[in-house]
Structures are given as structure tokens and as C-alpha cells.
């Protein structure tokens, strides 16, 4: 039972690494953008959390429908002037400004926020737990970033698969100049991508604020995990992320039952042995990435 | 009256001028053909009309308005669109989508899914595969397909015969006779002489990135055309 236990704590922390990946996945799939400052953004959001939650009494959770479209703005400002210019010349360019704008974001939130830990209490949710016999309780949190985490796929699948907007994702990201050609300005349709990315990161972070302790220079290793759900799943492959997620969240949780110290190491092993097995991920589209 | 004007337009890769101040025009419900060999500058005269190059403002005059150097996007708004060469089929995208992208504007007019399957009855049979998982005679149908579907006043095609046998050239051909009976305007680019001598009004060869000739097929004899062409 013990063990039943682990796997189910596993998966559901997946939903929240899931909640970390999808954002990185999309940008990284519509536009061919590797974000390093993924993860700081999602520490950004949960500062401003902390501040609405001060500023105005906000429950954390509720603090979401503050936070979530303030990152979107975030990220819809930051493409233009930012995150284009790189774009269309190779990898390095974006991993450096991108790595940039992580090393900002980090010391910027160090200045104001100065380099406590901080978390965000959303008032008694985050330590009940619902019984489900045999000794096996899961917690209503974990359970609830588990449901939004595969609610938000299900959404982000429709919205890719099905909208004029999502048929323009995927046409840009097969071949930007014959987009544009038919008549999808790329620079806009980055935009909306980088501002759906931060919104589910946003949503990452408040949740990730909840569960645990974070601090300015908490982002870095968010952004490793989500890398590794992103790789496991493989690229471009929404639901492979999420799957992605759940392998690392129960590796984690299983290496942390046989000792506490190996929660850390038996994720990335995982991701390792994935990438030596299986390359290009579990259920990687079969498309060139170039 | 002139839907397209072109003045003087030079256009430059870089250091590199592939074009040397092309003037050119095109009326409204005329079919007009670029000619010319390989490198002469034709697939770069259209990627510059259609937005894809930079050009100086005054350059090119569409419908009264000078449009040098607007975007794509900009020029797709007013109805001026590219089938671009190679025809460029979004591989991740069904054959609807890849239609339903080339109206993505939503410019009004009459081309719709329905009229585009009634004149290229394939697509409609193979709506739901692979863009690309057509023959290139097929893609090249679709192509043309989601440049309809931005109703274009003006449509640019490139090189509608590349890599395909002759027959099915003709039906393609045959599929622009019915586009222009819509009212659209077309500006032809092809290195298929005689098929163009035989819908065009009007024909320029281009040499080298200029125009070395230009006249109604009727007016220019075969051997003005080859020494045009060829440069002898």
C-alpha cells in the first residue's frame, strides 16, 4: 500500500512538472524558441502573487485570475522587442538572450523581494486530503493541480488542433515565410504563443508557490524539470508531456521512498536512460526539427 | 483599367542585385506572363511584389495605391497574393487546413472550401490527408486552392509547371481559365513558353533581372522570343 501510495503522489506531482513543460513546449514547438528564462517566469508570477496576496487579501488560488493574465501581457510585450530579434538566426542567439533575461529576472526579484524564501497559503487546502480507504489519502491539492494541469491539455489540444489560431501555430512552425505569405503575421502570432506560454506558466508557479517554499533563485531548476518532461514526452507532443511529467514525478517520488536523498537523482537518471533509449522521446511527432 | 504597376523596381540579397529596375503592368481581368531562363530574376520579382523583399515604396502601385515594402500579410488584405514556388504545402496541416490557412485573413469574395473542392474536385475527395501526402500535380492544386481562398484580386503564381508532366500542366491551366472567369486577376511566372504564349495577353521575358522583352503573344515571333530568352 505503501508503494501505491508513492505512485499515486508521482503522478500527480506530473501534473504539476506537466504544468511547468507545456508552456516551454509551445514556444518551443510554434517557434522554435528555447526559453531559459522559462522557469523565472514562473517565480516571477509567483511573486506577484505574494504581492496581490499582501496588496489585497487575495487567496493564492483566487490571486490566478490577477496573475495569469498579467504574465500574459508579460509575455505578448516581451516578443516584439525581445524574443523576435533572435529568432530565425539559430539556437544561440535565443539561448543567449534568453539566459539573459533569466539572470534579470532573477535579480530583479532579489531586489525586491530580497532573498527569503517565501509561499503562498491559500488557507487550508494544501494539507487536506481526501481518504480513499486502505490507508491511501491523496491530497485535494495535488488532485486539483493534477485536474487543471489535464484540463489545460485538453484545452490547448482543441485550441491547436481545431482554431484558425492553432492551424496557424502549426503552419508557422512547418514554414514561418510561406505563413507569412498567406497572409499570418508570425511577429503577432509569436506573441500569442509567448503570452499563452507565461499564462501556463503563471498558473505553474502559484501552484508550485503553494505546495512548496521558493526563492528569487528558485526558477533554474523548474526549468530542468520541465526541459526533462518536455524530452521524456518528446517534442511536440502535448500529451507526451504530460506523460513526461508523470514519469519524472514518480521517479522522483519512489527514488525519495528508497532514500530521501535519491528523490533528486532518480528524475534526471530517468530522463538519461529515456535520451539513451529512446532519443527523441516517447511520443515524439515523427517531423524534422530543424 | 491598370490594377498593377511596377516602376523601376530593383531588388538586392544582401550585397547581390537580382533585380535592375523592372517596369511592368498589369490590367485588371488581363492574364500576364513573365518568361525567362533559369535566374533570370522571375521568382524574385514575385516574392518582391508579394512582400517577401524589401522594396523601396514608391516602386509598385497596386489598385491607385503605392504598396512597396508593405507586409505580406498587409498585401494579402488587399488582395494581392502569392502561390509561391515549389508550392510550399504545410506538411503538418490536412488538405482543409492548408485551404482554410490561405484564408486566414478573411477577406471576402467568392472562392469558399465549397468552390474550391467544385473546381478541384481531389481535394475535396482527399480533404482530410496529409497535405503533402499528394503528387506534386495534386499539391500543386492545392497550392493554387489556398491562394483562392484569400480571394485575391490579383493572384501571382509561380512556376506552375515545375517537375510536372505536361498533361497535367494543361489541366492546371485549364483550372486558371475558370479563376480569371471569377474575375481574378493573374500574373504568371513559367519557364513553359509555349503553354504560356497560349494563355497570356500579354508576355515580358526577363533577362538577367531586367525586361528584355515585352508584347501580346500574337505580336512576338518565336525567334524575338528565343533571342530574348537566350540573350543571342
Same mark, same amino acid.
Given at each position: 500500500? #505503501?508503494?501505491? /501510495?508513492?505512485?499515486? !503522489? ?6 504539476? *512538472?506537466?504544468?511547468?513543460? &507545456? ?68 539556437? $544561440? ?12 529576472? !532573477? ?67 512547418? /514554414? ?23 499564462? +501556463? ?27 526533462? @518532461? ?12 504530460? +506523460? ?7 521517479? !522522483?517520488? &519512489?527514488? #525519495?521512498? %528508497? ?32 | ?11 538586392? *540579397?544582401? /550585397?547581390? !542585385? ?7 503592368? +498589369? ?32 516602386? +509598385? ?29 504545410? $506538411? ?23 468552390? %474550391? *473542392? ?62 480569371? @472567369? ?44 528565343? #533571342?530574348? *530568352?537566350?540573350?543571342?
Amino acid at each position: 500500500m #505503501a508503494w501505491l /501510495d508513492t505512485i499515486v !503522489q508521482g503522478i500527480l506531482l506530473g501534473g504539476l *512538472y506537466a504544468l511547468f513543460a &507545456t508552456g516551454l513546449s509551445l514556444t518551443f514547438g510554434v517557434m522554435r524558441l528555447v526559453n531559459l528564462a522559462h522557469g523565472d517566469f514562473s517565480i516571477l508570477a509567483a511573486f506577484i502573487a505574494v504581492v496581490a496576496v499582501q496588496a489585497l487579501g487575495l487567496n493564492p488560488l483566487l490571486a490566478l485570475v490577477l496573475v495569469v493574465p498579467v504574465m500574459a501581457a508579460v509575455g505578448s510585450r516581451l516578443q516584439r522587442p525581445v524574443l523576435n530579434r533572435p529568432l530565425g538566426r539559430g539556437t $544561440p542567439p535565443a539561448v543567449l538572450v534568453t539566459f539573459g533575461l533569466s539572470i534579470v529576472t !532573477q535579480n530583479g526579484l532579489l531586489e525586491a523581494f530580497s532573498a527569503d524564501s517565501r509561499r503562498l497559503n491559500p488557507g487550508g487546502i494544501e494539507t487536506a486530503s481526501l481518504h480513499l480507504g486502505g490507508g491511501l489519502a491523496v491530497g485535494w491539492f495535488p488532485l486539483l493541480t493534477f485536474a487543471v494541469a489535464v484540463l489545460l491539455l485538453v484545452g490547448l489540444q482543441i485550441l491547436i488542433g481545431r482554431s484558425a489560431v492553432g492551424r496557424a501555430f502549426r503552419a508557422a512552425s512547418d /514554414d514561418g515565410g510561406t505563413a507569412a505569405l498567406m497572409g499570418i503575421d508570425n511577429d503577432r502570432l509569436y506573441a500569442v504563443a509567448m503570452a499563452l506560454s507565461l499564462a +501556463v506558466v503563471a498558473i505553474a508557479g502559484i501552484f508550485l508557490g503553494i505546495r512548496t517554499t521558493f526563492t528569487f533563485s528558485s526558477g533554474p531548476d523548474r526549468l530542468l524539470f520541465a526541459f526533462e @518532461a518536455v524530452i521524456i514526452g518528446g517534442l511536440g507532443s502535448l500529451w507526451g508531456t504530460l +506523460v513526461g511529467g508523470v514519469i519524472l514525478g514518480v521517479a !522522483q517520488t &519512489t527514488g #525519495a521512498r %528508497v532514500s530521501p536523498g535519491w528523490g533528486v537523482l532518480t528524475g534526471p537518471l530517468v530522463f538519461l536512460a529515456v535520451l539513451l533509449l529512446r532519443p527523441s522521446g516517447l511520443f515524439a511527432k515523427s517531423r524534422r526539427v530543424d | 483599367m491598370t490594377l498593377l504597376s511596377v516602376r523601376e523596381l530593383s531588388a538586392f *540579397y544582401g /550585397d547581390f !542585385q537580382a533585380l535592375f529596375g523592372i517596369s511592368l503592368d +498589369v490590367t485588371e481581368g488581363e492574364t500576364v506572363a513573365v518568361i525567362g531562363a533559369n535566374g533570370a530574376g522571375k521568382t524574385t520579382f514575385l516574392r518582391a511584389l508579394a512582400g517577401a523583399l524589401p522594396v523601396p515604396g514608391s516602386a +509598385v502601385t497596386f489598385d491607385g495605391r503605392p504598396v512597396g515594402g508593405r507586409s505580406s500579410p498587409a498585401l494579402v488584405d488587399l488582395g494581392l497574393v502569392l502561390v509561391p514556388e515549389g508550392r510550399k504545402i504545410f $506538411p503538418s496541416l490536412s488538405v482543409r487546413e492548408n485551404l482554410l490557412v490561405g484564408a486566414y485573413r478573411g477577406r471576402p469574395g467568392p472562392w469558399t472550401l465549397e468552390r %474550391v *473542392y467544385r473546381l478541384f474536385p481531389l481535394l475535396g475527395e482527399r480533404r482530410e490527408q496529409p497535405g503533402t501526402n499528394l503528387s506534386g500535380g495534386e499539391q500543386q492544386m492545392l497550392a493554387i486552392g489556398r491562394g483562392l481562398m484569400a480571394n485575391p484580386r490579383l493572384l501571382l503564381v509561380d512556376e506552375i509547371s515545375l517537375g510536372l508532366a505536361p498533361l497535367v500542366v494543361k489541366n492546371l491551366y485549364r483550372a486558371l481559365e475558370a479563376v480569371k @472567369a471569377e474575375g481574378t486577376t493573374l500574373l504568371v511566372v513559367e519557364q513553359d513558353v509555349s503553354q504560356v504564349l497560349a494563355v497570356a495577353q500579354r508576355v515580358y521575358c526577363f533577362r538577367k533581372g531586367a525586361v528584355a522583352l515585352e508584347g501580346a503573344p500574337a505580336r512576338l515571333t518565336r525567334e524575338r522570343i528565343s #533571342a530574348a *530568352y537566350f540573350g543571342t
